[in-house]
Nanobody, 120 residues
Framework: QVQLVESGGGLVQAGGSLRLSCAASGGTFSIRAMDWYRQAPGKQREFVAGLTSGGNTNYKDSVKGRFTIARDNARTTGYLQMNSLKPEDTAVYYC??????????????WGQGTLVTVSS
């Protein structure tokens, strides 16, 4: 079964940085497109950043200039670089990716989430 495995979450002080990673397990799949979402306690899951198949990016307004979404050259690992973190960035972060399963075949998969806690 194909799954996305996230890593890189943790506890950081306000103003600090973290880099989240997201890669497929259960085989070698390239990432066609990818989004990061987050869910804070008591709140709905929200979009944070997106990377299209063409390499275009878009961000939630509150993270623009602080977060960067990217994938490696092999397109097997996706990243969310988070700088100048604020307490309001505290949430469980989820990766959602469209993986290439074959010619013209794509799998949409979610990660299990990784907790980011920003202390003031």
């Amino acid at each position: 079964q194909v799954q996305l495995v996230e890593s890189g979450g943790g506890l950081v002080q306000a103003g600090g940085s973290l880099r989240l990673s997201c890669a497929a397990s259960g085989g070698t799949f390239s990432i066609r497109a990818m989004d990061w979402y987050r869910q804070a306690p008591g709140k709905q899951r929200e979009f944070v950043a997106g990377l299209t198949s063409g390499g275009n990016t878009n961000y939630k307004d509150s993270v623009k200039g602080r977060f960067t979404i990217a994938r490696d050259n092999a397109r097997t690992t996706g990243y969310l670089q988070m700088n100048s973190l604020k307490p309001e960035d505290t949430a469980v972060y989820y990766c959602n990716a469209s993986l290439v399963a074959g010619p013209g075949m794509y799998l949409e998969v979610w990660g299990q989430g990784t907790l980011v806690t920003v202390s003031s």
